[in-house]
Structure formats: structure tokens, C-alpha cells
């Protein structure tokens, strides 16, 4: 029987309105079920998922075998702080649970801006255990990406399964 995709991830792809053209970064790609998603919309553009766990990674790479053996998708073991990303070279950075986006220090933002393209955007997702939480982390999200020297555009919430997620747009 195949996997049913999380609504989260669902939700998320239609947020993300990717480009066939897009050039994409998803920090913290986990098993590459994001990734599988974006993929599928690029048509001459390129996805970099990164992760700190090599289990993840293998995972993520084994799931999105073809698109990898395509050129579409790149998978690499790394932190956000020691991954070496090019200058300008996303559309799209997105992340989904990863917690660098609400626990201070977040020295990562810059670097993220540093990747960023021109008129890029990144997409800050969030589905907690306890959705009581969600303000919370939209709250302390929003405080580090402004303080960062990001403009939060947007905060969107869903009615995902099994608890609500959350989607913060910031720009630079």
C-alpha cells in the first residue's frame, strides 16, 4: 500500500507555489518526503536538502533516487552553519520543524540571507506535537528573523493532521 502524505507537506507545496524554474533549499530535509514533493514541480530547477543526520540524508536520497540520478535533487550530510552555500543561488528556502528559526541565537539567518536570490523567499514551517504551542513559536520565530533583518510578510495557519501547522513568509 503506498505511503499517504502528510497534510502538513500537502499544505505546505501549495504555500510554497515553486516554479518549475526555482532553485530550492530545504534545511532539515528529514526522509526527503518535502523534497519528493517539490520535486516533482521542477522542470529545470534544482533542490539542495540538507540535514545533520546522515540517516536522514540516506533516507531522503533513497526516496528521491531518481530525481537524484536526474540531476533535479542534491542531498548533503551537513549543519546549516557548515554548509558552504553559494551566494544568491535560491528562490526558495523553506524548513519544516527545524528549531534554529525560534531558538536564539539563530547566527544561521545571515547566512540564509546570504543564499537568498533577489526577490527569494523563505518559508518557515511549524507543526508541533501540542498546537498550543504554535503562537509561541510564531511569536519567537518572528522576534529572531526581525531582529535578523528579515520582514515576516505573512503568517498562515492550517487545519492540518492530526494538529494545526503554521507558515511564516519572510523576505529580505
Request: aromatic share 6%; hydrophobic share 45%.
Amino acid at each position: 500500500m503506498p505511503e499517504k502524505t502528510p497534510e502538513r507537506f500537502v499544505w505546505a507545496l501549495d504555500v510554497m507555489r515553486v516554479a518549475p524554474a526555482d532553485r530550492v533549499l530545504e534545511v532539515g530535509c528529514g526522509h526527503g518526503v518535502a523534497a519528493a514533493l517539490v520535486c516533482e514541480r521542477l522542470d529545470g530547477g534544482h533542490l539542495l536538502g540538507i540535514d545533520r543526520s546522515a540517516k536522514m540524508i540516506e533516507a531522503a536520497t533513497r526516496r528521491n533516487q531518481a530525481d537524484v540520478a536526474a540531476g533535479i535533487a542534491e542531498f548533503r550530510t551537513t549543519t546549516l552553519a557548515k554548509a558552504e552555500l553559494p551566494s544568491r543561488a535560491y528562490d526558495l528556502i523553506f524548513s519544516f520543524n527545524v528549531s534554529l528559526f525560534w531558538t536564539p541565537p539563530a547566527r544561521e539567518l545571515n547566512q540564509l540571507a546570504e543564499a537568498l536570490a533577489p526577490g527569494g523567499r523563505m518559508l518557515v514551517f511549524h507543526q508541533p506535537p501540542f498546537p498550543e504551542k504554535n503562537q509561541q513559536v510564531v511569536d519567537a520565530a518572528t522576534a529572531l528573523l526581525t531582529e535578523g533583518g528579515w520582514k515576516v510578510q505573512d503568517t498562515l495557519f492550517a487545519d492540518t493532521a492530526p494538529v494545526e501547522s503554521v507558515c511564516l513568509i519572510a523576505v529580505r
